[in-house]
């Protein structure tokens, strides 16, 4: 009897819809085992391997804001392996936005150095999400080349994916990591169910989202985030400072504090020689 008034009271509730691009949703499902193996297809060709070991570390810790921790970046780490994974979902995509993204990896980079004798660096995988359509490519895998000895700088790997390219695409049975990454451009539950088609995998995660959109506190978080990044960008397009600045200062100051060359955090900051060197006397 209670089941049916708890169904008859959802379908009477009007139900948000949850698109699976955001920080807020990711979180959600990855810290639940049974939907591992879905990310694990999208993440795995950018890894080559399995990443049921990695586990999710919110790089400023818990807040104890359950709202704010939702937006924190994506960041999955491991005991076994010497390798940082940072996954950016970019609903509202622009240059800034593009560049922020390098600033972070950076700051990944500076911070997974071990101070002491023995320093022991991890290797910087950055995987992001966009929601748009690129004319020429669907994947793009970046590597920085140091501009003196033009030699590849190993230590990090930027792979940039075009969701927008893989709209449209449904299950067929032999197409599984294209059809999940047609699962983040839907904007409909039906269309996500059309996406999935007999998936398992895949239908798992649509009954989730569809159940999260009858979550008043999910909502509430999803909500917040996605407020945000519309409040940035507006911000972006009317020329306010979000802080980038701030951010360049603080990772420039985590890699001045490595050991790192003036002239390198130049080129990866975009703070000027001089500015550095102002740093360097704070210190």
Same mark, same amino acid.
């Given at each position: 009897m209670k089941q049916k008034e708890n169904k008859e009271k959802n379908e009477k509730c009007e139900k948000k819809f949850i698109s699976l691009l955001s920080d807020t949703t990711f979180k959600h499902f990855f810290k639940i085992e049974d939907y591992k193996e879905f990310f694990n297809t999208i993440i795995r060709p950018y890894t080559n391997m399995d990443i049921s070991e990695f586990r999710l570390y919110d790089p400023?810790?818990?807040s104890g804001n359950k709202k704010r921790d939702y937006r924190l970046d994506i960041v999955l780490e491991s005991d076994k392996v010497d390798l940082i994974i &940072?996954?950016?979902m970019n609903q509202f995509p622009s240059e800034e936005i593009k560049y922020r993204n390098r600033l972070y &990896?950076?700051?990944a &980079?500076?911070?997974?150095l071990n101070s002491g004798e023995n320093?022991?660096?991890k290797k910087i995988i950055q995987i992001n999400l966009n929601k748009e359509k690129n004319p020429y490519i669907s994947k793009g895998s970046y590597s920085v080349m140091d501009i003196n000895t033009h030699k590849e700088i190993k230590d990090f790997k930027i792979h940039e994916v075009y969701l927008e390219n893989y709209k449209g695409i449904r299950y067929n049975g032999d197409?599984?990591?294209?059809a999940y990454l047609s699962l983040f451009t839907a904007n409909s539950y039906e269309e996500l169910r059309e996406i999935a088609g007999d998936d398992k995998e895949a239908i798992k995660i649509v009954d989730e989202l569809e159940r999260l959109g009858l979550d008043d506190k999910f909502g509430l978080a999803y909500d917040n985030e996605i407020m945000q990044k519309k409040m940035i960008n507006t911000a972006r397009n009317w020329g306010y400072d979000d802080g980038a600045?701030?951010?360049?200062?603080e990772i420039a100051k985590n890699l001045l504090n490595k050991g790192v060359s003036i002239d390198l955090v130049s080129e990866s900051t975009g703070l000027s020689i001089e500015e550095l060197e102002e740093l360097n006397k704070e210190a």
């Open positions: 400023e810790f818990n &940072l996954i950016e &990896l950076y700051a &980079l500076a911070k997974s320093v022991k660096k197409n599984k990591e294209e600045k701030a951010k360049e200062i």
